[in-house]
């Protein structure tokens, strides 16, 4: 089949998140001038480069505190979920007004940064600390403003729980992250397979 993305594709759901799968969760903690706390999870997340160390995270439709906070306080942190996390995770999705710790929401743990004043989760395998560097407004074809907004952090402290780790490396079947797919699917990778960059021959 085919179809014009801006046309109705006749499918009972929008094909589109089903198909960019599958997509890490970053699981993004913020803390604002306040002194509030907030927690959530974003599957438009991902890393630009590793030189310098980018990664970014995107809010859809309306802005959420997560964006919001980390525009004010120039940083955020970014969790990695594991399979046991999995409905913790789920749980700091909900709606709660600001103000209220999804942290405490869903029974995990505050643990300090060393370079950012946000929490990183304590449970979680893996946090990376992040100064925000950009935040920026997508446009469309049409020169319009998306309904998004894009949070861009250069990485400046990385935390891992060494228990993921085999032989110095991190081991995927240690830490069994979950990944978003399509719909309300999520997925925990668990197996991997290795291969090579062929080299061009003269």
């Known amino acids: 089949m085919y179809y ?66 980390a525009e004010e306080s120039g940083e955020f942190v970014a969790n990695f979920v594991s399979e046991g996390l999995a409905e913790q995770m789920n749980a700091t999705s909900v709606d709660a007004p600001r103000g209220i710790s999804e942290f405490a929401v869903a029974g995990l743990h505050e643990a300090p940064c060393r370079r950012v004043s946000a929490p990183r989760v304590a449970e979680a395998y893996a946090a990376l600390e992040c100064k925000v560097t950009q935040v920026l407004v997508p446009r469309m074809l049409d020169g319009t403003d998306a309904s998004a907004l894009v949070v861009f952090g250069q990485v400046v402290g990385v935390h891992i729980d060494e228990a993921i780790l085999t032989h110095g490396l991190v081991d995927v079947r240690k830490a069994r992250p979950v990944s978003r797919l399509g719909y309300m699917e999520f997925s925990v990778t668990a197996d991997s397979f290795t291969m090579l960059r062929p080299k061009w021959q003269k």
């Open 4 to 69: 014009d993305a801006d046309q109705d594709h006749g499918l009972p759901h929008d094909p589109f998140k089903a198909l960019v799968v599958p997509r890490p969760i970053g699981w993004i903690s913020t803390r604002n001038r306040a002194g509030q706390v907030n927690l959530a999870p974003y599957s438009y997340f991902n890393a630009l480069s590793d030189r310098p160390k980018l990664v970014f995270f995107s809010s859809s439709m309306e802005v959420k505190d997560s964006a919001t906070f």
